[in-house]
């Protein structure tokens, strides 16, 4: 809870293999987060080889950005439960992100914070 009394919100993000995607999905569902937005994206970077001596420069690669909103109760097993259900054990399963939400406002209701999540 913030200082007033309001219920702290989370946004959390995980770019994530497409593959693993329908196991994120139903792990999720398992602890009750139905709703979430996917976007497609492509990651680029500098990586070590696996020698570790010389950098690479990836080509491209597609991925799957998950963004989810959820209360702060909800926020290590939302994140726990992605982190689980999306490791394959290699290099490139992806990278998790966890925001505070300052306010939230149901459009058609006017509900604000997390009541306007369900």
Known sequence: MNFIGEVVLKKIEAVVRAIKIHDIQHELLEIGIATFSIYQVQITGIHKSHEGVRN???????????????ADKDEDAVIKTIQNAGQSGEKGDGIIFSYDINKLVKIR?????EIALQ
Request: with cysteine; hydrophobic share 35%.
């Open 56 to 70: 690479k420069t990836s080509d491209y690669v597609p991925k799957l950005k998950i963004e989810i909103l959820c």
């Open 109 to 113: 209701t006017a509900e604000v914070g």
